[in-house]
């Protein structure tokens, strides 16, 4: 194991030494005031963070930011922490991170923080370690407006399956535990059966095939990535003969998180009934948009922000929460939504 993550570091230590070769050769030039920002993505397998990706290389053309080669996790805090090194050792003036295990990240950040390189977090909280910023949506709320929609469209009955993400995330957590506590406290007579995933696509598929299998009176289905679930979920309900339009009889209600193109053509289709649009060009641009200003030093206080969202502290740190629309038939073709406008 040891070796394997000596290769991930030099892996990563070479393109960010080509990276930088080329960065130094410039500097003094017209690039002389640009930071340089070293980019971790957490995952590959998610129609989510790909759609962010691109996201991210459009914003950093138009903030006129020098970026480090991207690394990318793959959804293991070993390989994380040896990015962040790599990028530390090259001398990035900020690095933007997605840590998907929230907890175990916090020595990574303090490493970091002791050698003055301010970290930007995007989507997830670290649960310890001093951050910069968290660039992130109100987590708890989706898992409120997932109860909410379902509850209703299920008219306050029946038993729903929950494909939660991991636990040892804030975002798993926070979606989780809104969602049960608004269930229990509004919709008493609905069963819910939560499904612990990891963020699996998978584990999902296998879970609730499981589920099925001993309810198959399923009335409604919770997914907390539609990035990573969606999928699976509508090839197992083909499968089982479950996938009813949306209106028709037998139709098993569906709401998601995430708000990818995927999503929105299974709205229209009648496949899923909503979700909620987690803003992955907004999470591109701001986050940038803070390693930049971490950069030039300068400093942000709690409260409301001129782009329309809300700065809040925490102990570790401030946290900029974006806004995230329910999205329904009702408003799938909205122009003004990411997942209608993601650039190629």
């Not at 690039?31 to 459009?58: C, E, H, Q, V």
């Not at 900029?320 to 799938?332: E, F, G, I, R, S």
Request: charged fraction near 20%; hydrophobic fraction near 40%; aromatic fraction near 6%.
């Amino acid at each position: 194991m040891k070796s394997h993550h000596l290769r991930v570091v030099a892996v990563v230590a070479g393109a960010v030494l080509l990276a930088g070769a080329a960065t130094a050769c410039n500097r003094g030039s017209d690039t002389a005031d640009k930071p340089t920002i070293g980019i971790d993505l957490p995952r590959a397998d998610s129609d989510f963070w790909n759609s962010y990706s691109r996201y991210m290389r459009r914003e950093a053309s138009a903030l006129d930011i020098d970026t480090l080669p991207t690394s990318n996790s793959r959804n293991d805090v070993t390989k994380l922490a040896a990015n962040a090194q790599a990028f530390e050792s090259i001398g990035a003036d900020a690095i933007i991170m997605a840590p998907q295990d929230t907890g175990a990240i916090a020595s990574t950040l303090d490493q970091l923080a002791s050698k003055h390189i301010p970290v930007v977090s995007v989507d997830t909280r670290p649960d310890r370690g001093k951050v910069y910023m968290v660039v992130r949506a109100d987590n708890r709320a989706y898992g409120t407006k997932a109860c909410e929609f379902l509850g209703k469209q299920l008219g306050g009955k029946g038993k729903v399956a929950e494909l939660q993400g991991a636990l040892d995330s804030i975002n798993g957590r926070d979606r989780s535990e809104a969602f049960a506590a608004c269930m229990k406290r509004n919709f008493p007579d609905i069963t819910v059966y939560p499904l612990p995933t990891d963020w699996d696509g998978s584990v999902a598929f296998n879970k609730l095939q499981t589920l099925l299998a001993q309810h198959p009176d399923i009335k409604g289905i919770y997914m907390q990535a539609g990035g990573v679930f969606l999928q699976p979920t509508l090839s197992l309900l083909e499968q089982k003969g479950l996938l009813k339009p949306a209106g028709t009889a037998g139709h098993v209600v569906i709401v998601s998180n995430d708000g990818i193109p995927q999503e929105f053509a299974a709205i229209r289709r009648g496949d899923i009934d909503a979700t909620v649009s987690q803003p992955a060009d907004l999470y591109a641009k701001y986050a940038l948009y803070y390693a930049k200003a971490a950069a030039s030093g300068r400093t942000f206080k709690a409260g409301p922000t001129k782009h329309g969202s809300t700065i809040v502290q925490l102990p570790n740190g401030l946290e900029d929460q974006l806004p995230a629309p329910l999205v329904t038939k009702a408003n799938v073709d909205d122009s003004s939504l990411w997942g209608n406008n993601i650039p190629q």
